[in-house]
């Protein structure tokens, strides 16, 4: 695969943390002009505010997704911060040396996942998480979305890394359904900071199913959990991963609990959850 299309495979997931990201794959939203500079610190990137808020505001997007997010007149959340402990658990299908697969899988591998929600104003959230593995950061990523599972910008920055990547943001919204009750579509161009943007528009397709007391999901966690079935599709019509959302109508945001492609899956469950 290359790297036009893995940006355009990264531009298109909704995923949290996308499956790649544990393996440190390098996927972006940053300023044009901070590609290609020195990649922060792992403690500059979980501790610094400045850094996140600067980058994933509404201010960092295009005048046309600025402006389709000003006509939708997006409802506030009710909350400044959410801090979530996750517990998510990475099984991958090994693959036969033909390359057909065995339907066998290799054993689960578990990581710890600190994320941060923050109240970006407009209606929008701004979403840090750093992923663990036994207790040393991998990847951080940042993004700014629409209560959780609409995607504006999104960077994953391996610990790893040395540089910073190019921009993944959206340049125009051609759709924007804002009700989680239903039918939900956000269709959109894209395209990594400095290049061209994409012929062709990401789409993320989402139905609502049962409600729930959130409280199941953790004690923590007040009001009603909705259901949501997601689907990220390519230009295509191809689904490239399918996904499970619990959407916190207390809160108005989305967790992710579980994720399906075609050789992976992630579970995740929450381990903490508080509120400021």
């Keep these: 695969m290359g790297f036009a299309m893995k940006s355009k495979f990264f531009a298109l997931t909704l995923v949290p943390i996308v499956v790649a990201g544990y393996a440190g794959a390098v996927?972006?939203?940053q300023s044009a002009s901070d590609a290609g500079a020195p990649a922060p610190s792992s403690d500059t990137l979980s501790n610094g505010p400045g850094f996140f808020s600067r980058h994933f505001s509404t201010d960092a997007l295009g005048n046309d997704v600025k402006d389709a997010i000003v006509r939708a007149n997006l409802a506030p959340v009710s909350f400044n911060k959410i801090f979530v402990q996750a517990r998510d658990q990475l099984t991958t299908t090994s693959q036969a040396t033909d390359g057909q697969s065995n339907n066998s899988q290799a054993k689960p591998?578990?990581?710890?996942?600190?994320?941060t929600l923050e109240n970006a104003g407009h209606g929008l959230i701004r979403r840090m998480q750093s992923v663990e593995d036994q207790g040393t950061i991998t990847v951080t990523?940042?993004?700014?979305?629409?209560?959780?599972?609409?995607?504006f910008?999104?960077?994953s920055v391996p610990a790893n890394a040395s540089?910073?990547?190019?921009?993944?943001?959206?340049r125009k919204v051609m759709r924007f359904d804002t009700n989680t009750d239903g039918h939900i579509n956000f269709t959109y161009l894209y395209g990594s900071a400095g290049q061209k943007t994409f012929d062709d528009p990401g789409q993320v397709i989402c139905d609502s199913g049962k409600s729930y007391s959130a409280s199941q999901l953790n004690q923590a966690i007040n009001g009603q959990a909705l259901e949501l079935d997601c689907q990220v599709v390519d230009s295509n019509g191809i689904v490239?991963?399918?996904?499970k959302l619990a959407y916190l109508e207390k809160y108005g945001v989305a967790l992710t609990l579980h994720v399906q492609?075609?050789?992976s899956a992630i579970d995740s469950s929450i381990v903490d959850f508080k509120v400021e």
């Design 27 to 29: 996927c972006s939203a």
């Design 109 to 115: 591998t578990i990581y710890t996942v600190q994320q």
């Design 141 to 151: 990523r940042f993004d700014l979305t629409y209560r959780g599972y609409f995607p």
């Design 153 to 155: 910008l999104t960077q």
């Design 163 to 170: 540089t910073l990547p190019p921009v993944v943001e959206a």
């Design 240 to 243: 490239i991963d399918k996904m």
């Design 261 to 263: 492609s075609s050789d």
